[in-house]
């Protein structure tokens, strides 16, 4: 089973119209960590938004928030006021902890490509 | 500038042959992460090192290697190559091992094999 699903490989949205980016995971730990990751067409990967299982509130970065529901284990990114440079590769991703006590890596879905059109 | 700096940007080279791949972290940053990024297999993580010893492994193959050395920055070995190895190598670092931390990447090796 996958452990992050992105299921919209691809959007159109209207520019200054809000997006839902939507991620599932699948984990069995109690303590996890959920990020995205912004890839314009440059190629490099551009940290968005960051979100602790523990965490009570959801995570906001700018004009970047984390609809976080962990009971259905939903983490969906929100981008709101949507601007025709957030067109890119949307990955959402899970960091669990492993036996050694650190971390191991990031565990990414298979993406979303958001086209923001004017 | 994320401060991670990958080198080099591109590279091309044959089936067969052996290429190393460099990454320096972010100043302070004592784990260094490489990760793939294919077509086929999307963003793969490989392999974790923190501060100089191996910490973690992903879906690396036994053809791939890496080290980490005392000044921190750290290579990725690939060697016997083939055509499904080309691919965005990336780099990430970060200032610990512990949960939970985030990431910073470079901007990627594009290795092409022909």
């Known amino acids: 089973a996958q452990k992050i699903t992105q299921t919209q490989p691809g959007m159109f949205v209207q520019e200054k119209e809000a997006v839902t980016l939507d991620c599932t995971y699948d984990t069995s730990d109690q303590s996890y960590g959920l990020f995205w990751y912004k890839q314009p067409s440059s190629g490099e990967m551009i940290f968005l938004i960051y979100?602790?299982?523990?965490?009570?509130q959801n995570a906001t970065e700018g004009r970047y928030s984390l609809n976080f529901q962990k009971a259905r284990k939903s983490a969906n990114l929100v981008i709101s006021a949507s601007q025709l440079g957030d067109s890119a590769m949307y990955f959402c991703?899970?960091?669990?902890?492993?036996?050694?006590?650190?971390?191991?890596?990031?565990?990414f879905g298979k993406g979303t490509h958001l086209i923001i059109q004017p | 500038d994320s401060g991670v700096t990958q080198t080099p940007k591109h590279l091309i080279t044959a089936t067969g042959q052996r290429v190393t791949l460099r990454c320096s972290p972010r100043?302070?940053?004592?784990?260094v992460y490489w990760y793939q990024q294919s077509l086929d297999q999307g963003l793969q993580f490989l392999i974790q090192?923190?501060?100089?010893?191996?910490?973690a492994k992903g879906n690396i193959l036994e053809r791939f290697s890496a080290q980490q050395f005392p000044d921190l920055h750290s290579e990725l070995n690939l060697s016997s190559l083939e055509l499904g190895d080309s691919a965005l190598y990336f780099c990430a670092s970060s200032v610990g091992d512990s949960f939970p931390l985030g990431y910073t990447f470079g901007s990627g090796t594009r290795l092409t094999v022909v």
């Open positions: 991703a899970m960091r669990e902890p492993y036996s050694g006590g650190g971390a191991d890596g990031l565990t």
């Open positions: 090192y923190y501060n100089g010893e191996e910490r």
């Open positions: 100043s302070g940053d004592l784990s």
């Open positions: 979100q602790g299982s523990y965490d009570e």
